[in-house]
């Protein structure tokens, strides 16, 4: 089990290291499952692929049914023709699909690696650790850890906008210090308008406004009747 580096409570430099620690335990586990991978590759696909074939099972069916490339099926068939044991047909197909098994596990593995890797990319962020570092730690392609990395700063942008929109229309940010003076008061009114049209403009909104309201004479309101005059008989 691979424990996930904090940052509260620690220097930089002992949160870089705690990543780099993570990191390098990860790139081993990668390590450790290439190479099964490659050996059953090595003994046990390639082998009972040339084996199907062989047993009347066509190269494209093949491919289709474990889920490599129908050019590399052919390929390991024609440089294994020779060494090849018979089988019956059922047999064949039932190698196949422990086959498409094994490999759907594999890559259920490796997903899961790569998302450990995933959750420490905010921390190497906050630590100011390189995506160039961070490839080379882990042996991902710095282009996957680049994407990576542009990902979650994305996010990072998004949550500080959707937290500054808040705190413009309805947080707690919106309401006044206490025990302000009335030029005081009016002073803070100005900022904070001025405050919050920044941050509409920044991410290309517009401030909403109030509909006036209406004129009052004494209690009652002025309302225009849309019904017709009635005309006064003489």
């Known amino acids: 089990m691979i424990s996930e580096p904090g940052l ?18 990860i790139e081993r586990r990668r390590k450790r499952l290439q190479a099964a991978t490659q050996n059953y590759m090595r003994e046990v696909v390639r082998p009972r692929l040339v084996e199907a074939v062989a047993a009347g099972i066509p190269p494209e069916e093949v491919a289709a049914a474990t ?9 390991w068939v ?15 197909r039932g190698r196949l ?4 098994e094994k490999k759907r596990s594999t890559s259920a593995a490796e ?48 949550a500080r906008r959707r937290r500054e929109l808040a705190s ?19 002073q803070w009114l100005v900022l904070e ?13 517009r401030s909403r406004r109030r509909r006036p309201v209406p004129q009052q004479q004494g209690n009652r309101l002025h309302v225009k009747s849309r019904g017709r005059r009635r005309r006064r008989r003489k």
């Open 8 to 25: 509260r409570g620690k220097t930089r430099e002992d949160v870089v290291e705690e990543i780099r620690v993570y990191l390098t335990r």
């Open 67 to 75: 889920g490599y490339r129908p050019n590399a099926v052919s390929k």
């Open 78 to 92: 024609d440089k294994h023709r020779t060494a090849v044991r018979e089988v019956d047909l059922e047999t064949a």
């Open 97 to 100: 699909d422990q086959i498409r």
């Open 111 to 158: 997903l899961r690696i790569s998302s450990k890797a995933k959750l420490v990319v905010r921390r190497a962020i906050a630590a100011e650790l390189s995506p160039e570092e961070f490839a080379s730690l882990t042996t991902y392609q710095l282009t996957t850890v680049e994407g990576w990395f542009a990902s979650v700063r994305k996010r990072l942008e998004q």
């Open 168 to 186: 413009v229309r309805q947080g707690k940010a919106n309401r006044p210090p206490q025990e302000l003076s009335p030029a005081e008061y009016e």
């Open 193 to 205: 308008k001025q405050r919050r049209n920044a941050v509409l403009e920044r991410y290309g909104m």
